[in-house]
């Protein structure tokens, strides 16, 4: 079995190393921190521990999955690594030193991959002798749980290097969904109206936080509202990522960050991790009960699916991802109810047309564009599954 490397072993080295030792593979598990380490190998203890006691996995195959996982502060251990997976610090300068030092200690043949979420794969590749071997390789958070992964090959990847890549972790029982070396990607590009317009709806006053999740998740289906959800995300983290797609975007207004989750993360009101952000944790905490306003709340629903429609199809516009894999990447990654383009044909394309030229002529704002996908389609009356 191949060897896989990974660089990093917070949340999400811990997590693609579990995965790739579940797939039968050695793993080298790199960190500068012995802590970090420590902490992963403990957790990961716990973790099979539990698995144990609910019958999904005997005390056998807990012990084998541990030993195939090697800890090390060496990074000259990846030597005999077929793919190594970086997961460190969300820093374009430390991942390229990385890079290039990891270039110098491997095969040839090897594969090299990094899990950033906002940064340029192209900026990483070029740290490398040999750009066309690297790629990106997008887990979500828990990786062991999380279906989806995205890959994402930089201007300098070689085809076979994307093959390769694609066939192995859809081998783990992953789906994979191939996206442009753009801001996003395909989920955090998609879903940003999930917060932004949420957070805009709130900003207008036209409802408070426990009637917006209130209506997203009874009658839009999706499974966490948005502010339960980015209480649970934390605003620093989710804050950053708006922020980071605003200006890659280079600051188109359709990701424009909100003034009102700034200031929570200013305060320190980072969500649940700190006992409040838009609600309070606690053992004596009250949650706020919600208007039940059925047209209040269906207003809120179509607002923010149709901007979520709006931003999928545009993706598809300009050819970030197949329509298959910008459907399945919404429900395998943040576990939409629907692909976003089969509920566009659901409500029906002119519909959604309407909607997004309603909310311009309200606002006259660049942020709520309709598509040219969906004005053209509305035009020859075509669907997107037909
Ligand atoms: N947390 C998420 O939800 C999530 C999801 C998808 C992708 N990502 C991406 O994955 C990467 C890691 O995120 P995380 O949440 O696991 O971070 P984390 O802070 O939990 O872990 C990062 C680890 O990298 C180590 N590290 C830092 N610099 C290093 C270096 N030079 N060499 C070796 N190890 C080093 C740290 O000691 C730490 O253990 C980031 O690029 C992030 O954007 C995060």
């Known amino acids: 079995m191949m060897q896989i490397g990974i660089i990093g072993s917070g949340a999400m080295g811990s997590g693609i190393a579990q995965v790739a030792s579940t797939a039968g593979h050695p793993v080298i598990l790199y960190d500068v921190s012995a802590e970090a380490l420590e902490k992963s190998r403990s957790s990961l203890e716990k973790i099979m521990n539990r698995l144990i006691e609910k ?44 890079f290039s030092e990891l270039e110098s200690l491997v095969d040839q043949e090897t594969i090299l991959a990094s899990n950033t979420s906002s940064l340029p794969i192209a900026a990483i590749a070029a740290a490398c002798r040999h ?5 990106g390789i997008h887990f979500f958070n828990p990786a062991p749980l999380m279906k989806l992964v995205e890959i994402i090959p930089a201007v300098q990847t070689s085809q076979d290097v994307l093959n390769n890549a694609q066939k192995l972790i859809d081998a783990w029982g992953k789906v994979t969904v191939i ?21 805009r709806i709130l900003e207008e006053g036209k409802a408070d936080v426990a009637t ?3 209506a997203l998740t009874e009658l839009g289906g999706f499974r966490m509202g948005p502010f339960t959800l980015m209480d649970y995300i934390g605003h620093d983290v989710n804050y950053t990522v708006t922020e980071t797609v605003f200006e890659a975007f280079f600051y188109d207004p359709r990701y424009k960050p909100s003034f009102t989750q700034k200031r929570l993360a200013q305060a320190g009101y980072l969500g649940r991790k700190s006992g409040r952000g838009f609600y309070h944790y606690g ?11 059925e047209i209040l709340g269906q207003a809120i629903v179509d607002r923010v699916v149709t901007m979520l429609i709006n931003e999928a199809a545009d993706a598809l516009f300009l050819n970030i991802a197949s329509r298959d894999h910008i459907d399945l990447a919404m429900t395998k990654g943040v576990n939409y109810p629907k ?4 509920w566009a044909d659901e409500i029906g394309i002119t519909t959604c047309v309407e909607r997004m030229d309603d909310l311009y002529e309200e606002y006259r704002e660049d942020r709520y564009r309709c598509s040219p996908l969906l004005r053209r389609m509305a035009r020859e009356g075509s669907s997107f599954y037909s």
């Open 55 to 98: 019958g999904r996995i005997t005390a056998d195959e807990s012990q084998a999955l541990q030993q195939r996982i090697t800890y090390t502060r060496e990074l000259p251990d990846m030597k005999g690594a077929g793919l190594v997976i970086e997961a460190i610090i969300e820093d374009l300068d430390i991942k390229k030193k990385v």
């Open 131 to 135: 750009p066309e071997r690297v790629i």
């Open 179 to 199: 996206a442009k070396d753009t801001p996003g990607f395909i989920v955090n590009r998609v879903a940003r109206p999930f917060y932004g317009e949420s957070l």
């Open 212 to 214: 917006i999740d209130w």
């Open 283 to 293: 053992d004596d905490a009250k949650k706020p009960s919600p208007v039940e306003d």
């Open 339 to 342: 692909g976003l383009l089969r």
